[in-house]
């Protein structure tokens, strides 16, 4: 019996600090205040006064110049919003178009534009065709595509014509104009003579 009370004690010691070492930890454990799992909101986290920026296409060429009076960061998203936005299209060898609104989103870095609230575009006359413009409460730009759409109500005027409808979609690329859901049409005889020059012109 003599022989194994040493190893009894120790036996028991050990036991004794293990016990401590793991009622301490616990007890850390829950003394410690841990932060709380960081949930992000749409928040801005940054933000600017007058701003211009300016994108370009693959091979550097400018094709969008985007000014406000001021733009936040939200970084849920990675969207920015901003103030009285004008989104200039630039694209070499294709009409200007400048794009106003009260405010705009912009998301997919860049590639989506949202105008919200008084939105027009103004595609300025070319050789073959008439100025354009597009009314309506939002409007959608694909700067890349150079692309503009909308399934709001939306009221175009080219040149003498006007017509209305619920959705259209405008590729500056090609310049066609497509206007879904015709409520209002309005075509001048002095457009569809130069619609019919410009459609034998591209046969020939």
Do not use: C
């Amino acid at each position: 019996m003599k022989e194994r009370a040493p190893a009894l004690i120790a036996f028991f010691l050990l036991a004794v600090l293990v016990i401590t070492a793991w009622w301490a930890a616990d007890y850390a454990q829950r003394a410690i205040p841990i932060d709380p799992e960081i949930k992000i909101t749409h928040e801005p986290d940054a933000w600017t006064g007058k701003f211009v920026m300016v994108s370009s296409d693959r091979t550097g060429h400018a094709i969008n110049r985007l000014s406000g009076d001021s733009m936040v960061h939200f970084p849920d998203d990675d969207s920015y919003d901003a103030v009285n936005p004008i989104l200039i299209g630039v694209h070499p060898e294709r009409p200007r178009v400048v794009s106003t609104s009260d405010t705009a989103t912009m998301k997919e870095h860049g590639n989506l534009v949202i105008l919200r609230g008084n939105a027009h575009i103004h595609r300025f006359p070319t050789a073959e065709n008439s100025a354009l413009d597009v009314r309506s409460e939002e409007l959608t730009v694909l700067p890349e595509e150079d692309i503009i759409k909308t399934d709001k109500l939306a009221d175009v005027k080219q040149g003498n014509s006007k017509m209305k409808g619920q959705g259209m979609i405008y590729n500056n690329k090609t310049q066609q104009l497509n206007v879904f859901a015709n409520t209002d049409v309005t075509i001048s005889p002095q457009d569809m003579d130069k619609a019919t020059k410009n459609k034998e012109g591209s046969q020939q």
